[in-house]
């Protein structure tokens, strides 16, 4: 789009770029705007009214690890509802329902805002998905170093 300065490769970095001054709107993810506005950025936050989309976090154990049991325990933890409440503090939807609390920078329906993902038809588009955001964006995006 003519609008756009550049893609980047990084959730943060455009909203990272638009705190520092250097861009004067950057679409990135709300944890980092939330993060970097209570570190008294100046930044509003705005969100789509068409919907939310997700950020997902996840853990994982990899097959053959050294110290199965101990990422087994820690995959566990992260899990637990003794690790919601650590994530409590930074993350407005998290996935045991009734721990989060609201997030003072972002509206109190955030939930409610989150779009309805279809996973399984997102997957199986995955390449025509990425081939069309190619040819529709490529000419901007930022260069990876190789």
């Given at each position: 789009?003519?609008?756009?300065?550049?893609?980047?490769?990084?959730?943060?970095?455009?909203?990272?770029?638009?705190?520092?001054?250097?861009?004067?709107?950057?679409?990135?993810?709300?944890?980092?705007?939330?993060?970097?506005?209570?570190?008294?950025?100046?930044?509003?936050?705005?969100?789509?009214?068409?919907?939310?989309?997700?950020?997902?976090?996840?853990?994982?154990?990899?097959?053959?690890?050294?110290?199965?049991?101990?990422?087994?325990?820690?995959?566990?933890?992260?899990?637990?509802?003794?690790?919601?409440?650590?994530?409590?503090?930074?993350?407005?939807?998290?996935?045991?329902?009734?721990?989060?609390?609201?997030?003072?920078?972002?509206?109190?329906?955030?939930?409610?805002?989150?779009?309805?993902n279809d996973f399984a038809w997102a997957s199986k588009n995955r390449d025509s998905i990425l081939a069309e955001w190619r040819k529709?964006?490529?000419?901007?995006?930022?260069?990876?170093?190789?």
């Open positions: 789009h003519q609008n756009i300065g550049q893609y980047v490769h990084s959730g943060s970095k455009p909203c990272k770029l638009a705190a520092a001054g250097e861009f004067p709107i950057g679409i990135s993810f709300e944890y980092p705007a939330v993060q970097l506005k209570r570190q008294g950025a100046p930044l509003d936050i705005v969100l789509p009214k068409e919907g939310l989309g997700w950020e997902i976090e996840a853990t994982g154990v990899i097959k053959g690890t050294q110290h199965a049991d101990a990422a087994r325990k820690l995959a566990d933890f992260s899990a637990s509802p003794a690790a919601m409440e650590l994530y409590k503090e930074n993350f407005a939807v998290l996935a045991q329902p009734g721990i989060a609390k609201p997030q003072t920078e972002l509206p109190a329906d955030y939930e409610q805002r989150l779009i309805k529709r964006y490529d000419g901007k995006s930022e260069k990876l170093p190789q």
